[in-house]
């Protein structure tokens, strides 16, 4: 029912006659929490006990200070994280690792994705991948992808499906496997990926009940979109030449054309200075659309970075257009940011950059942050999306970044709803998660999670939102113990999961509300957080697990994806030592207190010792 519980298992054998280490190594999505985690050797269980961040790392510190060995789970790619822990295991000795975690898989262009990162790195006797997914509304599409299937794979794969059930299997045999025959390289490396979509009926949604909680999941299908206003408002600074700005003309020029006719648009461009394309928004006519590509087509990098100048100019071009009622009525306004970099010049202060945008935008338009690379300070970025109703979303320097822009854009190209309630009775609900929404996009999903009162047989619902043709008001109501019957005779299915989908909710939701708040107000939400991780046994930002081992113990850390690369150091240790680039070439070494690393490319030339450093790029060199 959307929330993926998955267990991955590795059994090992040393066979050699001398002890052996043994290494655990797996990719997991960023968006999930893992909640289990234990090595079994020779008989003997050690499992990983979860704990708050400072406790652990206490724990954690005094095995390190006796010589004991360490690791973390750490990031490694744009949906990924990795945990890793490694043992060592005696002669003819065997070990078991196992781990789990948890996620509510996110319908995205009208898809859910479960990904499985598949790396096993040698061939495997016994090999499998076991999907058991139900759900009651039915299942309307089913499909699997891999970057690692050939013809040869394909006997190992099966697929069972009937109206709410569906069994996908691998399990290639060693033969299978081999990428040379006679040789002991494996074709198994890259994603297996299912993809699949459920039943819906034209009402309030579909509400499941199991243990007292409930969860509503609201996807409403076939409405007619609301025209958008959009500015997309784009970095041309010099650390966009090359690569990048090539990328962002690429996409951009994708992205024109994907607008509706009864769309408008404007392109905003900075650098050190702000150039609006048109002095007002244009209607997404063919010839428009045209014009736009030719001017795209022309833009080239250099200068420094102004995106408080770039966003106001963004927010008053769309001010003084509604004014004089030049846009469509009963529109969506939105304003696209993309940058790479930090603020270098006008005014430079991320908090009031942060405070200027929401006292002129006063909550009127969307805005969306794109952060390119790692040179952007996400977490300035995120906060000032979620401040101004949107979201923010790495771009990662890739070859596919061009495309990793026009998948963002396609996700909010169609709002269909906007602010939508999601209204239960006060006598029939507690700790209900967000039930109210700004805008709904076409192939994407609400989901509301609760507990239930003791004394109540039935759950009224009532959905209130504005369609861009009228209001809409949807009424259903769950009758509890029918609800409750569904879930009764699935094995396969934990029977407390939706008690822990309203716990991962509501954890996501409050860490996205910490984001964007200060002090004490902060400090509640992530208390809030991690009573709950604590209590649920989720390894999140707040929280940490510990691994104890025969010889060792390690600690398991969630990153962050405003996390940076490298952490400051602490107090009493040495400052890193970093090289760093001008042309390809290393050009010098420096000691550093630096909050953006990566951005040290962007350089021209080689600090010179005690060179006092220049806050204007956004480094602390010393």
């Not at 790195?121 to 139900?134: A, N, R, S, W, Y």
């Not at 008690?499 to 708040?517: C, F, G, H, N, V």
């Not at 509640?524 to 991780?533: G, T």
């Not at 940076?564 to 550093?592: D, Q």
Request: aromatic fraction near 8%; proline fraction near 4%.
């Amino acid at each position: 029912s959307r929330y993926a519980h998955t267990v991955i298992t590795s059994r090992v054998v040393n066979r050699a006659n001398e002890s052996k280490e043994a290494l655990f190594e797996v990719e997991l999505p960023k968006s999930a929490f893992i909640t289990n985690f234990s090595m079994t050797i020779d008989g003997e269980t050690y499992p990983g006990i979860i704990k708050e961040k400072k406790s652990a790392q206490d724990q954690y510190d005094a095995a390190v200070s006796q010589g004991q060995s360490a690791g973390l789970v750490k990031s490694t790619g744009r949906k990924l994280e990795q945990f890793r822990v490694s043992v060592n295991v005696a002669a003819a000795a065997k070990v078991n690792f196992e781990l789990t975690y948890e996620e509510l898989l996110k319908r995205k262009l009208g898809k859910y994705e479960l990904l499985i990162k598949v790396k096993p790195k040698q061939l495997v006797k016994h090999f499998q991948i076991d999907t058991h997914i139900f759900e009651p509304q039915g299942i309307s599409a089913l499909e699997t992808e891999s970057t690692f299937i050939t013809n040869e794979l394909n006997n190992a794969l099966t697929k069972v499906q009937n109206e709410t059930k569906a069994h996908i299997s691998f399990k290639p045999t060693i033969d299978q496997q081999r990428k040379t025959p006679g040789v002991d390289d494996t074709l198994l490396d890259g994603d297996f990926l299912i993809r699949y979509d459920v039943k819906r009926s034209e009402t309030a949604g579909d509400i499941q009940i199991v243990n007292g909680y409930f969860v509503h999941y609201f996807a409403p299908s076939q409405m007619p979109a609301f025209p958008k206003n959009v500015v997309f408002v784009i970095d041309t600074s010099g650390s966009m030449s090359g690569k990048k700005i090539r990328q962002t003309k690429e996409a951009m020029k994708k992205i024109l054309e994907d607008l509706n006719p009864e769309d408008y648009f404007s392109l905003v461009l900075f650098s050190g200075t702000v150039r609006l394309w048109t002095s007002s928004l244009l209607q997404a006519t063919e010839e428009n659309v045209e014009r736009a590509k030719r001017h795209v087509e022309t833009i080239s990098a250099g200068g420094t970075t102004d995106i408080n100048g770039a966003l106001q100019k963004a927010i008053h071009s769309l001010d003084k257009d509604t004014t004089a009622e030049l846009l469509p009525d009963q529109s969506i306004s939105m304003i696209i940011l993309l940058t790479d970099g930090q603020p270098t010049t006008g005014e430079t202060s991320i908090d009031r950059i942060q405070r200027n945008i929401q006292e002129a935008n006063e909550g009127k338009y969307f805005l969306y942050c794109l952060g390119f690379g790692f040179d952007v300070s996400y977490t300035f970025l995120e906060k000032m999306a979620l401040e101004n109703g949107g979201v923010a979303r790495r771009i990662y320097e890739d070859s596919d970044a061009a495309l990793q822009l026009q998948g963002f854009y396609q996700e909010v190209a169609t709002p269909i709803l906007k602010e939508i309630e999601m209204k239960y009775p006060d006598n029939a609900v507690l700790e209900i998660t967000q039930n109210n929404f700004k805008l709904l996009f076409d192939g994407s999903e609400i989901v509301v999670a609760g507990k239930l009162s003791n004394d109540v047989d039935d759950l009224p619902v009532e959905i209130k939102a504005k369609g861009h043709a009228s209001e809409i008001t949807l009424k259903e109501e769950a009758n509890i113990r029918e609800k409750e019957q569904v879930f009764q005779h699935q094995k396969y299915i934990f029977g407390n999961f939706i008690e822990r989908l309203w716990a991962y909710l509501t954890i996501q939701q409050l860490l996205e509300k910490s984001a964007s708040a200060d002090g004490e107000q902060r400090e509640n939400l992530e208390a809030q957080v991690l009573n709950i991780s604590l209590k649920f046994g989720f390894v999140t930002p707040l929280t940490s697990m510990v691994v104890t081992k025969p010889d060792a113990q390690e600690v398991a850390n969630k990153p962050t994806e405003a996390g940076r690369r490298f952490e400051s150091p602490r107090r009493g240790e040495l400052p890193l030592i970093n090289r760093y680039h001008s042309g390809g070439k290393v050009k010098g070494f420096s000691s550093c207190w630096p909050h953006d690393p990566e951005a040290v490319r962007r350089l021209p030339r080689p600090i010179k010792r005690d060179e006092r450093c220049n806050p204007k790029v956004g480094h602390n060199w010393t």
